[in-house]
């Protein structure tokens, strides 16, 4: 049964089928918590062109903000490998964390005692109702994959990560690893 495949901390690849869709179209999304009332993940490979100073002048870093998902994208989220310095924080696994106390993190950003491999910023989250994920997951929308990055994947590099667990995956997948985004300009 899919939803006992599904736990936090796994990633979820997005099929090559999803086209057109600008928040899931290979999109991989670090899942933060699933159980019977639904699931939440963050887009962990999506970009935007903000940094968090752009958006809290305060936090004097040029730290990237990134697309968490449609989901209260007026909202700032956090995932970080730090939680003895930011209290409050919930465990995802491998050493990821979601979230603590943010006047802390805004400190130590200051002070250079969190750096951007420590920490990852997003505008919104994506989130699913019950048993919502597992009906797209039957729908082949995602691919489950473990985190074998584990807490580094904080600081690894958006820019082909969608590529690079494709070409994982193999097989059948491997076309699609060089395919253009919008498959009508092939």
Do not use: C
Request: proline letters at 4%; aromatic letters at 12%.
């Amino acid at each position: 049964m899919i939803s006992e495949k599904l736990k936090k901390g796994q990633l979820l690849i997005a099929e090559p089928s999803i086209i057109g869709d600008l928040s899931f179209n290979r999109s991989v999304i670090l899942l933060a918590d699933h159980d019977k009332q639904g699931s939440v993940g963050f887009i962990i490979n999506k970009p935007l062109k903000y940094t968090i100073n752009d958006i809290i002048p305060e936090i004097n870093a040029k730290f990237k903000i990134y697309n968490g998902g449609p989901v209260e994208q007026d909202n700032l989220y956090f995932i970080h490998n730090i939680p003895k310095l930011i209290p409050n924080s919930i465990e995802i696994s491998n050493g990821i964390y979601w979230g603590g106390d943010f006047e802390s993190a805004k400190k130590l950003i200051n002070k250079g005692e969190i750096k951007k491999d420590n920490i990852r910023f997003f505008l919104g989250y994506t989130g699913w109702d019950e048993n919502q994920l597992e009906t797209e997951m039957n729908e082949n929308s995602w691919i489950i994959a473990t985190n074998n990055y584990e807490n580094k994947i904080i600081g690894k590099s958006a820019t082909h990560f969608w590529k690079e667990q494709i070409m994982e995956l193999g097989g059948e997948y491997l076309i699609w690893s060089n395919a253009p985004e919008n498959p009508y300009l092939n």
